[in-house]
C-alpha cells in the first residue's frame, strides 16, 4: 500500500495561491453521479409503470433518488473544493498558537492540515508523515515572505 507524498521547493510552495488537493473518495462522488443519472433517465425514460412480476413500480417515483444523488454529488463537490479548508482552518482557529512551534503531522496525506499550520508559525515549516509511503515524508517548506 502506498500513500500519496506531495513535495514540494520553496518555489513552488510560493507560487501556489492554493495547492489542488484533489477530490477525496472520487470513487464515492462518482458513485453518487452514476447513479443518481441512472435514476433520472429511468424516471425519464422507462413507461411511467413497469411490472416486474407481480411488482409495479411507477417509474416517477426515481424522481426522488435522482435528485437525492446527484444533489448529494454536488454538496460533496462544493465540501471537496471550497468546505475543507474553512474547515480546516476553523479547527485550527481554535488552539492559540504561540508560532515557535514544531509540528509534525501523523498520517498527512498531501497536508492540506500541516500546510495550514505553517501559514501559522513562525518558522512556516513542518513535517508530516504518511503510512506506506516510500520515502514516508511530506515537508512543506520555508516560505521566504
Known amino acids: 500500500m502506498y500513500a500519496m507524498i506531495c513535495h ?3 518555489n513552488e510552495q510560493d ?4 495547492p489542488d488537493y484533489g477530490v477525496d473518495a472520487p470513487g464515492v462522488m462518482r458513485t453518487f ?4 443519472f441512472a435514476s433520472l433517465l429511468f424516471a425519464v425514460l422507462a413507461p411511467h409503470t413497469v411490472r416486474i412480476g407481480s411488482v409495479i413500480i411507477d417509474a ?15 454538496l460533496f463537490l462544493l465540501y471537496v ?3 475543507k479548508f474553512r474547515h480546516r482552518d476553523f479547527m485550527l482557529r481554535m488552539h492559540a498558537w504561540r508560532g515557535d512551534e514544531r509540528v509534525l503531522d501523523v498520517g498527512c496525506g ?3 492540515l500541516l500546510a495550514g499550520v505553517a501559514k501559522r508559525i513562525a518558522q512556516r515549516n ?4 504518511s503510512p506506506g509511503s ?12
Do not use: M, V
Not at 15 to 18: E, F, P, Q, V, W
Open 126 to 129: 513542518g513535517s508530516g508523515l
Open 8 to 10: 514540494r521547493s520553496a
Open 15 to 18: 507560487n501556489a495561491d492554493k
Open 33 to 36: 453521479f452514476l447513479a443518481g
Open 81 to 83: 473544493k471550497y468546505g
Open 110 to 112: 498531501c497536508g492540506l
Open 60 to 74: 416517477r417515483s426515481f424522481f426522488w433518488p435522482a435528485g437525492f444523488l446527484i444533489g448529494e454529488g454536488l
Open 134 to 145: 516510500t520515502s514516508g515524508r511530506t515537508r512543506i517548506w520555508p516560505r521566504t515572505r
